[in-house]
């Protein structure tokens, strides 16, 4: 399998521009997490999806941040407008549930700078 | 909330001694994650211990969980300098299905010659 897949894995943007993640999960995993990790709050969960469905958006933090998964096989996070503290490596992560033992898989993460 | 907190967060060691990193949670969970962060990478799991007593072991790795104490441990033994690398504890919460996790913040181990 070729894993979880994230593009692009490098993204440098201007302050106030709209900026879109990818992320393609584990084929057959039916739930997808996006985390942020940055050196002040360590790796945080943002949204979570199970079948597509978002379960808990309780992580995003603020309304410039959305997420989507139009299907089992893609997801986006989008972030408008961007601003420099949005800068952090974003990752996608896929699971089965009731898999043993649901564990979760990272894509390689997409580095995000915002100037 | 779920709190998830190691110790220490930077551990430097020479190779051959052995070391314990430390995690504790601050709620019920019988789901916990071991994971390692080369730099600039993603995260490697290493390890999912999923109830009370759970021992693993990989090599120089080997991780225990105490569910009532809400403790885990990663133990290296005769640490080698390939085992430089940030490793973090996760939890989930438990109660069916999956759920996001969340991480401590992080070991920071060098391992020197």
């Known amino acids: 399998d070729a894993g979880v897949i994230q593009s692009p894995r490098h993204e440098v943007t201007e302050m106030g521009q709209e900026v879109t993640l990818r992320c393609k999960p584990i084929?057959?995993?039916?739930?997808l997490f996006w985390y942020r990790q940055t050196m002040m709050r360590g790796l945080e969960l943002l949204i979570y999806?199970?079948?597509?469905?978002?379960?808990?958006d309780s992580g995003m933090p603020e309304d410039r941040f959305s997420a989507k998964m139009p299907n089992a096989s893609f997801s986006t996070l989008k972030i408008q407008p961007s601003e420099p503290r949005d800068s952090a490596v974003y990752f996608c992560a896929s699971s089965l549930a009731g898999g043993s033992p649901n564990e979760q898989f990272f894509g390689p993460g997409t580095r995000l700078t915002v100037l | 909330e779920l709190k998830v907190e190691q110790n220490p967060l930077f551990l430097s060691m020479q190779e051959g001694k052995n070391y314990t990193i430390y995690c504790n949670y601050s709620?019920?969970?019988?789901?916990l994650y071991w994971y390692r962060q080369d730099p600039g990478k993603s995260l490697e799991s290493l390890f999912v211990l999923l109830s009370n007593g759970a021992v693993k072991q990989e090599g120089r790795l080997m991780a225990s969980l105490d569910t009532k104490a809400r403790l885990s441990t990663l133990h290296i033994t005769a640490a080698v300098h390939d085992l430089s690398a940030t490793y973090f504890c996760a939890v989930e919460y438990s109660g069916g299905g999956a759920d996001g996790l969340t991480f401590g913040k992080g070991t920071h181990l060098i391992i020197q010659p």
């Open positions: 084929s057959g995993h039916d739930y």
């Open positions: 999806f199970n079948n597509n469905v978002p379960i808990d």
């Open positions: 709620t019920t969970s019988d789901r």
